[in-house]
């Protein structure tokens, strides 16, 4: 069974940092696109980043700049290290990847339970 286990979120004042991470474990053959997304109280999911499995990484316009990406494949681990954050950066973020299990059936999405990230002004 796969498993993404997130970590990291928390409170924090605008301009500050933080660090998210996501662990994908479990029966796992190879992984492609790692990533995240948030949602915000009202508002709809919106992609944050993503990482594929051959280092192109991509950004939501929200966070170019600010935001970087990266992944460690030998852990199975995505970061997402968040810089200068702001209050309309508050939303619960999750993590995703997409997982090829060792049956070798198509890639499947899985995602992550959920971290709140709150920024205040």
């Known amino acids: 069974q796969v498993q993404l286990v997130e970590s990291g979120g928390g409170l924090v004042q605008a301009g500050g940092s933080l660090i998210l991470s996501c662990a994908a474990t479990g029966t796992i053959f190879s992984i492609n696109d790692m990533g995240w997304f948030r949602q915000a109280p009202g508002k709809q999911r919106e992609l944050v980043a993503y990482?594929?499995?051959?280092?192109?990484?991509n950004y939501g316009g929200a966070v170019k700049g600010r935001f970087t990406i990266s992944r460690d494949s030998a852990k199975n681990t995505v970061y997402l290290q968040m810089d200068n954050l702001k209050p309309e950066d508050t939303a619960v973020y999750y993590c995703y990847a997409d997982i090829v299990d060792v049956t070798l059936r198509p890639p499947t999405r899985r995602w992550g339970q959920g971290t709140q990230v709150t920024v205040s002004s």
């Open positions: 990482s594929t499995n051959i280092g192109m990484t």
